[in-house]
């Protein structure tokens, strides 16, 4: 369908009144699946509470039909997204009785998809203009701009983070600092903060970036994986001055927590192989491949509400369909990687794997291998790249395991920090925080520092739901 008619039907008609935007509410929620042996699926909508529907299945079609009764208003309608995996319709409801789309089968993948899995039917939720003031709310907390206000309601509505002030006061000697330190991070301002959020947002993570320190040449730097620095500054793997990228982090008003390795792994951290990995990879762009497979794990335990798993197939080709290269690079490469084929478009991809009779949520939750090569190079976000280096450096020995499956809560929850470190002077002032606070008007809680022992193939089959995300498995 054109995406000028789903417009149109956004905007105009009706829908329930009298709402209050909220956060992600423009997402349609999953009603029902309508199944090739007429199988009736009823559920209560805003204006009909009464909606029942049923598919009626032939060789050439489905043609979905709804019976709406109970309506609230005289003047009210309900707004439905129909899909399939390859192709959806818009349907409005504004009547009581009978009312019916039909799709056309495309090709026998569609309709043996349908057949297995349903005709997917979704609900506008807040319809049709509050879809508009809740893409708008919504667009603003990971776009901007937005005010620090917002963003830590949006924390505490999602992850259940309250932030508590400090002094921001530690100012550290960078002789205090060692190779290998890890920098546990948290923006907080409201700006150039899009992809912190969607990541805490996604994971449960109190962090939304990662970073860790070298000295090299004589000079302590920052280095780091970042795609989210604001207009015109540098992306990617890069390196940073000490003393600039502490002034810009406090000046941006970022939380920064300092963690230290423990002495045995400290042992093992080799400063030369570290600063050698850094210099193979500097310049790599930002790992957008990968960003959403390192956090989706399993094939129905990743999604946060209300974000829901049939969403997902719709999201990734409506997407494609506005904006390929977009789509290409954040998910296309990757799902090609895990079919072994080579420059699939979402459709076609949609197709091979009804060809195949498998799943695409086993496909998406099928582990990142750290080898692929995407068209520019490998594919590392923050905590990857920090893990990486980690391991180039020798700090988990033999250990087999694929970096690209760690998320920024994963990382720091590894055991291997110091637990009763004994902090510089500076650092005291947050007595009963295990790391060092370097920066921040509010403290950094990172629940779970520090107590997964690494283990062989670990975080590939992890699940994690709100309001703890705690690993399913």
């Known amino acids: 369908m054109d995406l000028a008619i789903i417009y149109v039907f956004l905007f105009i008609g009706s829908a329930s009144a009298g709402f209050d935007p909220s956060f992600w509410n423009f997402i349609p929620v999953h009603k029902g699946q309508l199944f090739s042996n007429g199988t009736d699926s009823t559920w209560v909508a805003p204006c009909f509470a009464q909606t029942t529907a049923y598919l009626k299945w032939s060789d050439k079609a489905g043609t979905a039909v709804f019976t709406a009764a109970a309506r609230n208003d005289s003047e009210c309608t309900d707004l439905y997204l129909l899909a399939t995996n390859q192709n959806f319709h818009v349907h409005r409801v504004g009547s009581s009785g009978d009312d019916q789309v039909t799709f056309n089968w495309r090709n026998d993948e569609e309709k043996a998809y349908v057949a297995d899995y349903g ?74 903060s899009g992809v912190n959020d969607m990541i805490c947002f996604g994971t449960g993570s109190h962090t939304g970036h990662t970073a860790t320190t070298l000295w090299m040449d004589g000079q302590l730097y920052v280095v780091e994986s970042t795609a989210d620095l604001g207009p015109g500054e540098p992306t990617g793997i890069i390196k940073t001055a000490w003393a600039d990228w502490v002034a810009a982090a406090n000046k941006s008003g970022t939380l920064v927590g300092l963690l230290r390795l423990n002495e045995t792994v400290r042992a093992r951290f080799d400063e030369q192989k570290a600063i050698e990995f850094f210099k193979s990879v500097e310049g790599l762009p930002y790992g957008f491949h990968n960003f959403v497979f390192g956090w989706v794990d399993t094939p129905d335990d990743n999604y946060p509400p209300p974000l829901s798993t049939e969403i997902i197939p719709l999201v990734f080709e409506l997407l494609d369909y506005v904006d390929h290269a977009e789509a290409d690079r954040l998910v296309g490469q990757a799902l090609n990687k895990r079919l072994n084929t080579t420059g699939l478009r979402i459709y076609d991809l949609f197709v091979e794997m009804e060809r195949r009779n498998v799943s695409f949520y086993d496909v998406m939750a099928y582990p990142e291998q750290d080898s692929w090569v995407y068209s520019d190079g490998l594919s590392m976000v923050c905590d990857v790249f920090v893990v990486s280096l980690y391991r180039a450096a020798g700090v988990f020995g033999d250990l087999q395991f694929q970096a690209t499956e760690l998320t920024p809560k994963d990382s720091y929850q590894l055991d291997i920090f110091e637990h009763d470190w004994q902090r510089p002077t500076a650092c005291l002032q947050d007595q009963d925080l295990p790391y060092c606070q370097i920066l921040g008007d509010y403290q950094l809680l990172l629940p779970g520092f520090n107590t997964i022992e690494p283990y062989p193939n670990m975080f590939q089959h992890c699940g994690g739901m709100p309001p703890t995300y705690e690993h399913s498995a």
């Open 119 to 192: 005709l997917q039917v979704f609900l506008i939720q807040d319809g049709v203009l509050g879809f508009a003031e809740d893409l708008a709310l919504t667009l603003e907390l990971f776009i901007g701009p937005k005010t620090a206000a917002e963003q830590r309601l949006f924390f505490k509505e999602y992850l259940n983070y309250t932030f508590v002030p400090r002094a921001n006061t530690v100012v550290l000697n960078q002789s205090d600092i060692l190779s290998g330190d890890y920098l546990a991070i948290l923006k907080t301002d409201g700006l150039n």
